[in-house]
């Protein structure tokens, strides 16, 4: 198996999950936001970028690859919308040789982290696959750009795959964790001001229509999330699929999130309660009900107390992330 972007924090997991399951596993990454250290130490490591045909068709061919789980991507939202071809580069003109390389090997399966974004402020929760997709980023455009080439590739050229589209991956094994640089997530920032390395948590808004007042999300510990894209290589043998990926019930609040972080960390963390962000719905929580029915999905952690210790647990063993 080839991971593009194993040495990125979902990336890391699911090489994780795939040598357990017993495959061989190949991380493709040219670490421009990855880690050295988040690659797997079992897996063959490619230091490369995805717009380089001819490494990737040596890559492909070397290793006998038969399947790639495709993940690297340029994934922050309020970056996107400034510097819209970055993203367009990278998670579409980018995306596309590698999916040249494939065919021009005859590698034809394919497990893609799409992403929830891709629905834009849905009109309804939790958000279904057949709900309509309308992006309000480039980020969440060039991922649905990317989903309509698989479909059309798989017509023309009979490239199976499985997208994946998921909202906020959240967790972290004992070897493997979140270091983004910058952190844009939500679990991340708490637990940074509860080790003290941030003065507070900002909250933008609490004046939502929610139990209280602030935003509802929904969080997947990265586990779950690893051992779905290991379970979706099942279904390629005979025909691709669309899934959501999500913890589906009534999601989260961020005041959820930090008083789960206070009861796991035993930390004050100081709030300010800001203005509400442009474009942030109240509501965004995706159903999971497909993939459970047709694949059998469960998730193992679904406990908010869960996800965070783990993410916890991480950060305590490696105070400096993937430095120390
Ligand atoms: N983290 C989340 O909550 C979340 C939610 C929904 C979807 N996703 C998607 O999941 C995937 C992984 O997310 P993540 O949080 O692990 O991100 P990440 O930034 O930690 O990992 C991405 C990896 O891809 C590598 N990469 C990027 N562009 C590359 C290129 N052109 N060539 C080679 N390597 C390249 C980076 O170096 C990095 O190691 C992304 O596609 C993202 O859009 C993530």
Known sequence: MLVTGGAGYIGSVVTEELIVAGHAAVVYDDLSKGHRGAAHPEAAFVEAGLDDGATLRRTLEAHRIEAVIHLAASSLVGESVVEPSKYYRNNVVAGLKLLDAMREC??????????????????????????????TNPYGQTKLAFEGALRWYEGAYGIRYAALRYFNAAGATTRFGEQHDPETHLIPIVLQAAAGHRTHVEIYGEDYATRDGTCVRDYVHVVDLARAHVLALSVLGERSAVY????????????????????????????????????????????SEKIKKELGWSPQFESLREIVGSAWGWMQSHPNGYES
């Open 106 to 135: 005859a590698v034809r399966r394919i497990v893609f982290s799409s992403t929830a974004a891709v629905y834009g402020e849905p009109e309804k929760q939790p958000v279904e696959e057949t709900d309509a997709t309308s992006p």
């Open 244 to 287: 959501n990926l999500g913890c589906g019930g009534d999601g989260y609040t961020v005041r959820e999130v930090v008083e789960a972080a206070r009861e796991v960390t035993g930390r004050d963390i100081p709030l300010k309660v800001g203005a509400r962000r442009a474009g942030d719905p109240s509501v965004l929580v995706a159903s």
